[in-house]
């Protein structure tokens, strides 16, 4: 069984950062995990992909609405990923969703990934 832990969300002003990170537990994740990634779903809105990180080499794909703001990073020995987001904007705000795919490029659509983590909410105040 995989689960998906997520942590780092909260309040915050416009124009101030965040740190998210998803750290996965149960199964090895190199037996499922070729690529990981960041969602997120505002109220009354589709879950939609805001960025994500193939496992090697490593390599890191955005959603044009978060570039230059957000980065995406992995740390292997927990196979831990992050995401820092800086200049944050009211629109931002949302609740942001970790998941796994098998995928060795990670893939912009939500049904490439077969793992998902609870969520953590990022509310950003203007």
């Known amino acids: 069984q995989v689960q998906l832990e997520e942590s780092g969300g909260g309040l915050v002003q416009a124009g101030g950062s965040l740190r998210l990170s998803c750290t996965p537990s149960g199964r090895a994740p190199s037996s499922y995990a070729n690529s990981m990634a960041w969602f997120r779903q505002a109220p009354g809105a589709e879950r939609e992909f805001v960025a994500g990180?193939?496992?090697?080499?490593?390599?890191?794909l955005y959603a044009d609405s978060v570039k230059g703001r957000f980065t995406i990073t992995r740390e292997n020995v927990k196979s831990t990923i992050f995401l820092q987001m800086n200049n944050l904007k009211p629109e931002d705000t949302a609740i942001y969703y970790c998941?796994?795919?098998?995928?060795?490029?990670?893939?912009?659509?939500?049904?490439?990934?077969?793992?998902w983590g609870q969520g953590t909410q990022v509310t950003v105040l203007p």
């Open positions: 990180i193939s496992w090697l080499p490593g390599r890191a």
């Open positions: 998941a796994v795919s098998t995928n060795s490029h990670p893939p912009r659509e939500s049904d490439e990934y077969g793992y």
